[in-house]
Nanobody, 124 residues
C-alpha cells in the first residue's frame, strides 16, 4: 500500500503560481511512476503530467506544457507540481497518483494509488 497526501492548493489570480506537493508513505516511493491528474466540476478526471520512477522522463498534457513542471525527490518521498501562468481553466481538484509501472503513463487505470486531492482555484 502507498498513501498519498497532497497539499499546496488554494486560490490564486490568473497569471499567478502555485506549487503542489504530494507526500508518499508506505512502500518504497522510488518503485513507482507518479502522475498528477485534475478534475473540474462536471468533467471527467484528466491527465496533467507524469514522471518516471527516477525522475528522468516526464510527459505533459498539451494544455499545461511550458507552464507546469513536475519533479520528484525520492529521498523525501515527495513529488511536486510547479504551476506557473495559471489560467481560470486550470481550476480543478488536483490529484496525485502512483503507478506500479516504473515508466510514466497517462492512463488513469494504470495508477494504483490516489491521494484525496487538493483544490486549485484560479480567478480571472
Amino acid at each position: 500500500q502507498v498513501q498519498l497526501v497532497e497539499s499546496g492548493g488554494g486560490l490564486v489570480q490568473a497569471g499567478g503560481s502555485l506549487r503542489l506537493s504530494c507526500a508518499a508513505s508506505g512502500r518504497t516511493f522510488s518503485n513507482y511512476a507518479m502522475g498528477w491528474f485534475r478534475q473540474a466540476p462536471g468533467k471527467e478526471r484528466e491527465f496533467v503530467v507524469a514522471v518516471s520512477w527516477s525522475g528522468g522522463t516526464t510527459y505533459y498534457a498539451d494544455s499545461v506544457k511550458a507552464r507546469f513542471t513536475i519533479s520528484r525527490d525520492n529521498d523525501k518521498n515527495t513529488v511536486y507540481l510547479q504551476m506557473n501562468s495559471l489560467k481560470p481553466e486550470d481550476t480543478a481538484v488536483y490529484y496525485c497518483a502512483a503507478s506500479e509501472r516504473t515508466g510514466w503513463t497517462t492512463l488513469l487505470y494504470e495508477y494504483n494509488y490516489w491521494g484525496q486531492g487538493t483544490q486549485v482555484t484560479v480567478s480571472s
